[in-house]
């Protein structure tokens, strides 16, 4: 039995404002309420952080780095944490370690038995089953409908037979360098976010605990690489080799509708999909933003809400971990910024350059960029309208965080690579 350990979602639970009657100062009942709600997540946030940390500590005793996921790779454990598996959706390689006291090989058949218990079920399905250990076994001679396996290119039995039989046992050494790089990707990934999100405002309380916990896991690996070299663990890797277009291929039709429906460029969803989440529908970062375009439920969620959808409140995980509602709210947000929020740049070069930055960093750092660090969107867009494309461009380059800066070189060349490579 194999369940889903991730990153905690601290981020992700929203602290209510507490309105006090301006005549009598006191509260309503229904203030009371939202006091008595605020209480409960206040303690579900210390608990939850109090199991990461937990977990993560029976982790470190077991395999020295307790790898977790992140928005281009899924990690999970058994229930005994003997057995780990690690889909890597940037490199599309398959990873399953065993600590095994018998030294003996894994077979072709307890290796399509992993993948069947770690991965036929569907991505809300696995996110519901984070920190459970008595998750409930799945049939092996059938793949679930929207099973993640087929979010990976595994439609059927025997492509699952045909992909477990092309399983490799790595050396030691080849697993110790495979760990240390996912880890170290995934702890400068997100203090690169932290970083981001503190340029656009102070952290909060909860943020700056995670933000002491990636720190914790970082000296973790420093400290624990030795033990790496588990004399009695076995892995296996299977290398899916497959290209870029054949990855994006089972959510393509999706990202066509969408972007159809919202008037966006389907290569430029595309490029955000990949660049966000390299098509991995478990996507989830520390700031936290959800599934395959990483939406972020307070803001690019709360958006689409309010504008698109004219509804109250904000769109929550299980609902983001759905490919096609998750696909819907990416291209929905990226026709707010690009028609909404800065329509008024006019040459259309310059606002695709300002609306990748935006869906990355926010409007606020945009405007920041153009307006001597003062966020007036307004007058930010009156500079921008002065500027040529490419001088918009070097500015952004200039005057967003680093990660932005990568960020819109990654997605303009991914865009040119779909446009270049699809036959839509």
């Given at each position: 039995m194999v369940t889903r350990i991730t990153f905690p979602s601290l981020f992700a639970v929203l602290l209510m404002s507490v309105p006090i009657n301006a005549a009598t100062g006191t509260t309503t009942s229904f203030d009371?309420?939202?006091?008595?709600?605020?209480?409960?997540?206040?303690?579900?946030?210390?608990?939850?952080?109090?199991?990461y940390e937990a977990f993560k500590a029976q982790l470190i005793d077991k395999w020295g780095v307790p790898e977790v996921s992140s928005k281009d790779t899924f990690v999970s454990y058994s229930a005994d944490g003997n057995a780990k598996l690690v889909v890597d959706f940037e490199k599309d390689i398959i990873e399953i370690s065993i600590i095994n006291d018998e030294i003996k090989a894994l077979n072709e058949q307890e290796i399509k038995a992993l993948l069947t218990q770690s991965l036929n079920r569907s991505p809300n399905q696995l996110a519901e089953l984070e920190f459970s250990l008595e998750a409930p076994k799945i049939e092996a001679d059938k793949l679930v409908e929207d099973s993640t396996l087929s979010k990976i290119g595994i439609e059927n039995l025997e492509q699952l037979h045909t992909i477990a039989s092309t399983a490799q046992e790595i050396?030691?050494?080849?697993y110790q360098v495979n760990v240390i790089e996912r880890t170290n990707k995934r702890i400068d990934n997100q203090l690169d976010e932290i970083a981001n999100l503190e340029s656009q405002k102070p952290l909060s309380d909860e943020q700056k605990q995670v933000k002491t916990s990636i720190i914790e896991d970082k000296?973790?690996?420093?400290?624990?690489?030795?033990?790496?070299?588990?004399?009695?663990?076995?892995?296996?890797q299977i290398n899916r080799n497959r290209s870029r277009i054949e990855r994006s291929a089972p959510f393509l039709t999706d990202i066509q509708e969408n972007a159809s429906e919202h008037g966006i460029d389907v290569n430029l969803v595309l490029a955000v999909t990949e660049t966000e989440s390299h098509f991995n529908p478990l996507?989830?970062?520390?700031?936290?933003?959800?599934?395959?375009?990483?939406?972020?439920?307070?803001?690019?969620?709360?958006?689409?809400?309010?504008?698109?959808?004219?509804?109250?409140?904000?769109?929550d995980a299980k609902t983001l971990y759905e490919s096609e509602q998750n696909l819907f709210y990416g291209a929905a947000y990226l026709n707010?910024?690009?028609?909404?929020?800065l329509n008024g740049i006019e040459n259309p070069t310059s606002r695709l350059y300002c609306t990748i930055a935006a869906y990355n960093t926010g409007i606020g750092n945009v405007s920041k960029a153009f307006n001597g660090g003062v966020n007036n969107r307004v007058k930010a867009i009156e500079q921008i309208n002065?500027?040529?494309?490419?001088?918009?461009?070097d500015t952004l380059q200039k005057r967003t965080p680093t990660e932005t800066q990568r960020y819109l070189q990654k997605v303009l060349a991914s865009k040119d690579y779909f446009a270049s490579n699809n036959r839509l």
């Open positions: 009371e309420f939202k006091l008595k709600q605020k209480a409960q997540y206040a303690q579900f946030k210390t608990d939850y952080l109090a199991k050396m030691p050494s080849q000296k973790q690996l420093s400290i624990q690489r030795e033990k790496l070299l588990i004399a009695n663990t076995k892995t296996y996507a989830k970062s520390s700031i936290p933003a959800f599934g395959l375009m990483q939406i972020v439920p307070a803001t690019a969620g709360a958006d689409v809400n309010k504008f698109t959808l004219k509804k109250k409140g904000l769109p707010l910024l690009t028609q909404r929020f002065r500027l040529s494309h490419q001088e918009v461009f």
